[in-house]
């Protein structure tokens, strides 16, 4: 018999993947009349069984097929693709953070990744770090522990859903629903790589399964192996040979017209650091870095700065004027960082189901279920080298309590290691020295995640027709970091060198030199001896455990059915009730020089706690009209949960929805949430821990003339101690210490939906959909912004105001560091929609007999407002980041795909709208003030796969990125994935490197045998 117009349509649905459930059951439903009545489903977003034709949600349906087809490797990878998400952590910018290395989350509707809730078969998944350091853990989802092979499909509901599954649904739920009940085996390998290097990708994966029992049970194991080599700058021009913005000198004010900064065209470089060391301290009048060393460190030689925007003296300079250069004898930072983290993972699953028993008294069926897992992941990063730079020697003693650890070094004139054509200019002064250490020690580090989760339960149905589960589910995550790191401390006393009368050099400390160490030349490039690198350098180690428990009991079915109103079709009232207990514990431990902060790197303190909450829902669905001519069926649905946290007490979420079927062809839906998102272990529990993200001084001679109040600016770092012409770019960067807040509460949120299907019986195979939604946030979790407390510190009437005992100084004025809490002060405000178009049709129907059909889909998201109240009542941290680079405002995916026979190809289109660098700022006089440039184009992405089928085997291959496109070549997205480029406040340049590949053309090929 002919397949039909509609199952072939359901076919290819399934094939290609990217289509609504309920767009799939409501066709199956209105169109094939011959039917019996649709077979009731649950998706994601309800716990009710019911025809799709009333599903309460917008749902978005990504299969395994359709996965297959984008060659992506990496779960995470690719979600990104999809317009739903923005600026997700993944590989090309999971380094940011030291023990975030190597996790990935989704970041549906750029709202954060805390935001987004991600499950696994609809229950719970055992948290990760938050990438953050120090983190004691959190409920977010690594999803390079969620193998693509093993993923039947994923389903994507947007709005809030917390009253269906709890906490952290705000932006919406991603649920990953796992192959089961397999029967065969399967085997599968696949091999890519980048054409211009890097990115080489490997990967094996197996599924076998089998019915026992007399079919009354099935086992289902699955596992996976992934191992990606990552991606150096080195190896791409674009990153390695990077552009960067400085001061503009001849701007003196944000409203002449004149952009006030200047992207430096070519291949910049450090204008203070060399591949030896430079001296800071002006010498024989050449001024700072004047001079530097040849590499056996025998002599001094002078120093190419190269061509400086703001050379020292100018308005902008200071004493040592810009840091980046053109040319110039500098070394080139960017060179040595990552684009891409290396990554392997090693997955292995098992899924049962047996149905022990069956009608037994008022219990139709008993079926047990059980999902337990183990997942190690191993991550690795390549940093910039260790440095020194910054502060003048009569503030740079020898201690890390005086001063940051990145300060330049004091060198004493009596060092015997100074040249001796450098020391007869001196003048028997000592000096300051500058130094990239990249011949001393590789600053790497190395992340290693082990997960296990086991989910145990039972569910079935009572004689009624009633549906139950109850299940435990357990997860431990247990991940040791570890970074190449020095004490600074024992590194000054191996700088600071004498010659003993016996003509040995030695450490000058004798208590030191007691303790093993040895001087260092700090003039010659050379690698350390042994001796040398154990003394200052090591390993430094953190472990941090995260653990899980979670017990669900929920019962659902028809509550009772009644004859709606003028029709008297009888249609059921569906109910759903459950209780849910979760405990979260988190224990994050590191070495004692971490926590005393006496590395060169990053202090951080211990994280303990935990918190429970017990938590009460019920959903109801209403069916309000049946079979009427204006009006095929009206639903509302309605949920409610009572939480009742330990930590912050209870809070109530809800949610109530209206599907209006007005006929078989025409559907609309909409609905509006309460949702919430309580703190995690790391918000509450963290101690404070440095971020050197970047802050931006006030008191600088760039910005002291600057602010709502000048002249308050000015006397104000005064006070503090801040001398006239301090230039903050002549010091180190200041970190940011931030931490946990035990009293803070669960932040609010208000979603809205409301949407339109189409599926026109003229137009067979065809279907539309748009949904609009806006979230709102208020008390929301959130660090203030480091900038709004320093600002709001001298900007106000005096020093004697709340912000200012959170800024700390060194006794040069220079910033020491500056103190920031977590606290319930953020709100934002999201909203867009979301397009989906679907067709499929057989190729006889345009004279193309026993071609096949093709699937045309398309998936778009329209985002006009993505705004961020940082610190209500001071607009001037307000963040405006739609259109924002990593926030565009539209963003498509278009896939075409032919199926004939046992072949299918596949053509697929990505989108990434126009976005700009700096937000919020205007044009002045017809010129863009904040920079010399601030829009980048729309981006294409197009890519090719093929797969055909012989007998059990499949042979797959394919291409992405088919143009070769780099990315954009603009400052800051691509100086590496651990910097964040934060300039002129603007929102996006760090996240924004999940925006743009940086990997180029990619080939993929591989093969899948079926036994």
């Known amino acids: 018999m002919k397949e039909s117009v509609i199952a072939r349509h359901a076919r290819s649905i399934r094939r290609t993947g990217v289509a609504a459930i309920a767009l799939l059951a409501a066709l199956s439903t209105e169109r094939a009349a011959a039917q019996a009545a649709p077979e009731e489903i649950v998706v994601t977003g309800t ?122 649904a705000v932006a919406g739920v991603v649920n990953f629903i796992l192959k089961k009940n397999y029967e065969g085996a399967e085997i599968t390998g696949q091999y890519g790589f980048a054409e211009h290097g890097g990115a080489k990708s490997t990967e094996v994966n197996g599924l076998i399964g089998t019915n026992f029992g007399s079919k009354r049970g099935n086992i289902t194991f699955g596992f996976d192996y992934n191992h990606d080599t990552g991606l150096l700058a080195s190896d791409r021009d674009f990153a390695s040979c990077t552009r960067t913005l400085a001061a503009n000198p001849a701007s003196f004010t944000g409203t002449d017209g004149i952009p006030n900064n200047i992207t430096i065209p070519g291949c910049t470089k450090s204008s203070i650091m060399g591949p030896n060391a430079t001296v800071r301290t002006n010498i024989a009048g050449a001024g700072p870095y004047g001079w530097t060393f040849t590499p056996d460190g025998s002599q001094a030689v002078r120093f190419n700065r190269g061509v400086l925007l703001n050379p020292p003296g100018s308005r902008l300079g200071g004493a040592i004027g810009s840091t980046v250069g053109n040319n110039g004898d500098g070394v080139n930072t960017a060179a040595d960082l990552q684009l891409r983290t290396p990554n392997t993972r090693m997955i292995a699953n098992t899924l049962l189901n047996y149905q022990i028993a069956e009608k037994l008294g008022p219990v139709e069926s008993i079926n047990f279920f ?178 899980q428990k979670n017990a669900v009991v929920n019962v659902s079915g028809d509550a009772f059915k009644y004859a709606t109103p003028f029709s008297g079709t009888v249609a059921p009232v569906g109910f759903a009730v459950g209780f849910e207990w979760r405990r979260e514990s988190g224990n994050s431990q590191m070495d004692f020089n971490t926590v005393t902060g006496q590395y060169w790197g990053n202090q951080n303190s211990p994280v303990v706690g935990r918190y429970d909450v017990r938590e009460y829902y019920t959903e109801l669905n209403i069916p309000i009209l049946r079979d009427l001519p204006f009006a095929k069926a009206l639903d509302i649905d309605a949920a409610y949960r009572f939480s009742d946290y330990s930590t912050s007490g209870a809070v109530n979420t809800w949610n109530v929805a209206i599907n209006y079927a007005i006929t078989s062809d025409v ?106 939604w806006f979230v709102k946030i208020r008390d929301g979790i959130q660090t203030l912004p480091r900038n709004a407390i320093i600002n709001n510190c001298y900007d106000a009437g005096s020093l004697n ?15 020491r560091f500056v103190t920031a809490q977590v606290t319930n002060v953020g709100q934002e405000s999201v909203r867009g929609v979301d397009f989906e178009v679907n067709y499929v049709f057989d190729l006889d129907r345009v004279g193309l007999a026993n071609m096949g059909s093709v699937t045309l889909q398309g998936l778009m998201s329209w985002v006009p407002q993505n705004t961020v109240i940082a610190l209500p009542g001071d607009p001037s941290f307000n963040l405006y980041r739609s259109g924002v680079v990593g926030y565009p405002t539209v963003k498509s995916n278009l896939r075409a ?41 729309p981006f294409w992405y197009f890519d090719l796969a093929a797969r055909y089928r012989w007998n059990n085997l499949t042979f797959f291959a394919g291409v992405n990125n088919i143009a070769d496109k780099d990315p954009p070549n603009v400052p800051f997205l691509n100086t590496g994935s651990n910097q964040t480029g934060a300039s002129l406040g603007n929102a996006a340049t760090g996240d924004s490197a999940s925006t743009y590949s940086p990997v180029g053309r990619y080939f993929y090929f591989g093969t899948t045998v079926k036994f």
């Open 667 to 772: 559907k609309l839906r909409g609905s509006t949430a309460r949702a919430v998102r309580a703190p995690n272990i790391d918000e509450l529990f963290s101690g404070f821990g440095d971020d050197f993200s970047g802050i931006t001084d006030p008191c600088s001679t760039t910005q002291i003339n600057g602010g709502p109040r000048p002249a308050n600016r000015l006397a104000n770092c005064r006070a503090a101690g801040v001398p006239a012409g301090y230039n903050q770019n002549d010091f180190p960067n200041a970190p940011v210490r931030s931490g946990g807040n035990p009293a803070l509460k669960p932040e609010k949120a208000r979603t809205w939906t409301g949407g339109i299907v189409l599926t026109p019986s003229f137009i067979p195979g065809f279907s539309f959909t748009a949904d609009y």
């Open 47 to 168: 716990r009710i069984a019911r025809p799709g034709i009333t599903a309460p949600n917008p749902v978005t349906v990504l299969n395994s097929e359709s996965i297959a087809l984008t060659g992506l490797q990496s779960t995470v990878d690719i979600m990104a693709q999809l317009p739903q998400t923005q600026v997700n952590l993944q590989p090309n910018n999971n380094q940011r953070f030291t023990n975030g290395i190597g996790v990935s989350f989704i970041n549906l509707r750029g709202l954060g990744e805390y935001r987004t809730l991600t499950l696994v078969d609809g229950r719970r998944h055992i948290g990760s770090l938050s990438g953050r350091n120090g983190s004691g853990g959190t409920s977010l989802v690594d999803t390079n522990i969620i193998a693509p092979s093993l993923i039947d499909r994923i389903e994507i509901v947007t709005g809030g859903t917390s009253a269906i599954y709890g906490a952290d």
């Open 897 to 937: 795909t032919w199926d004939w026979r046992d072949l299918t190809t596949s053509v697929s289109a990505r989108y990434i709208g126009s976005a700009e660098l700096f937000p919020a700022q205007t044009n002045v006089n017809g010129v863009f003030e904040a920079a010399d440039f601030n829009k980048i184009q």
């Open 370 to 547: 059980a999902d337990v897992k183990y997942a190690g992941s191993r991550g690795s990063a390549t940093n910039t080298p260790h440095f020194n730079n910054g502060a003048a020697p009569s503030s740079d003693p020898f201690s890390h309590l005086d001063d940051v650890a990145q300060s330049a070094f004091l060198i004493h004139n009596d060092n015997p290691y100074i040249p001796a054509n450098f020391r007869t200019l001196t003048g028997g002064a000592d000096f300051a020295l500058n130094r990239y250490n990249k011949d001393w020690a590789v600053r790497d580090g190395r992340a290693e995640y082990e997960y296990f989760r086991g989910v145990f339960g039972f569910n079935g149905t009572f004689t009624n027709g009633w549906k139950y589960e109850t299940y435990f589910n357990y997860g431990r995550n247990s991940t040791n970091f570890y970074n190449v790191d020095r004490v600074e401390d024992r590194l000054r006393q191996q700088i600071d060198a004498i010659r003993l009368p016996t003509g040995e050099i030695v450490c000058r400390d004798t208590a030191a030199r007691a303790a093993g160490c040895v001087a260092i030349n700090p003039f010659r490039v050379a690698a350390l001896s042994p001796a040398q690198y154990n003394y200052a350098y090591t390993l430094t180690h953190e472990n941090d455990v995260l653990d």
């Open 801 to 815: 105001n709340p912000f200012c005992g959170n800024v700390v100084r060194n006794a040069n004025g220079s910033l």
